[in-house]
Nanobody, 115 residues
Framework: QVRLVESGGGLVQPGGSLRLSCVVS????????MAWYRRAPGKQRDLVAS???????YYVDSVKGRFTISRENAKNTVYLQMNSLKPEDTAVYFC?????????WGQGTQVTVSS
């Protein structure tokens, strides 16, 4: 059974940085498409960035140039490096894996950007 565990969230001042990690249990990680989503207070959960098994990446416009998604297959881990954080980045961040019909979500990690 595949499980995803996120970490790295916290409180940071505007302009600061955080790196989120998502560790995936089980085998086959290198074949999965991995993504980070976020849900801001009172809003729906939205895609932030994704990375395929072939290392193709996608970013929503609001984070381009500030966030970087990467993966380390040897460690079954996907990362989200977040720089130049803004108050509007405050949200619960979720990790998601997909492969064909299989979809698994992590439990989420809170990121709060505030002075």
């Amino acid at each position: 059974q595949v499980r995803l565990v996120e970490s790295g969230g916290g409180l940071v001042q505007p302009g600061g940085s955080l790196r989120l990690s998502c560790v995936v249990s089980g085998s086959g990680f290198s074949l999965y498409t991995m993504a980070w989503y976020r849900r801001a207070p009172g809003k729906q959960r939205d895609l932030v960035a994704s990375i395929t098994s072939s290392m193709s990446t996608y970013y929503v416009d609001s984070v381009k140039g500030r966030f970087t998604i990467s993966r380390e297959n040897a460690k079954n881990t996907v990362y989200l490096q977040m720089n130049s954080l803004k108050p509007e980045d405050t949200a619960v961040y979720f990790c998601r894996m997909t492969r064909f019909a299989l979809e698994v979500w992590g439990q989420g990690t809170q990121v709060t950007v505030s002075s």
